[in-house]
């Protein structure tokens, strides 16, 4: 399975920027669909973010017109641009492969990383 190592989070006040960076453990260009996920204590994995190789993007309501995701196939990295955070989006951000736009949120095609925390407060 193909391992992911997310860094970039942080402490930033409401309103902030992060921009996190996800490098994969071998190439991506034969994984479909990349995706960000987040999980907030107490709270079940969110999937966020996803990117297609042909460069489709789909969107949680959650994130949309805030997040914007991108990926670099020749450099097996994907990166997730935040704009305008919140509280809520205090979390452990992860990323993971997907089958598909269309498949189950929680199916995944590598192996959970570490993650790297956001936190959101004034």
């Known amino acids: 399975q193909v391992h992911f190592v997310e860094s970039g989070g942080g402490l930033v006040q409401p309103g902030g920027s992060l921009r996190l960076s996800c490098a994969a453990s071998?190439?991506?260009?034969?994984?479909?669909?990349m995706a960000w996920y987040r999980q907030a204590p107490g709270k079940q994995r969110e999937l966020l973010a996803s990117?297609?190789?042909?460069?489709?993007?789909d969107y949680a309501d959650s994130v949309k017109d805030r997040f914007t995701i991108s990926r670099d196939s020749a450099k097996n990295t994907i990166a997730l641009q935040m704009n305008g955070l919140k509280l809520e989006d205090t979390a452990v951000y992860y990323c993971?492969?997907?089958?598909?736009?269309?498949?189950?949120?929680?199916?995944?095609?590598?192996?959970w990383g570490q993650g790297t925390q956001v936190t959101v407060s004034s």
């Open positions: 990117i297609t190789s042909f460069g489709i993007t």
């Open positions: 071998e190439t991506t260009a034969s994984i479909y669909v």
């Open positions: 993971n492969g997907r089958p598909g736009l269309r498949s189950g949120s929680s199916v995944v095609t590598g192996s």
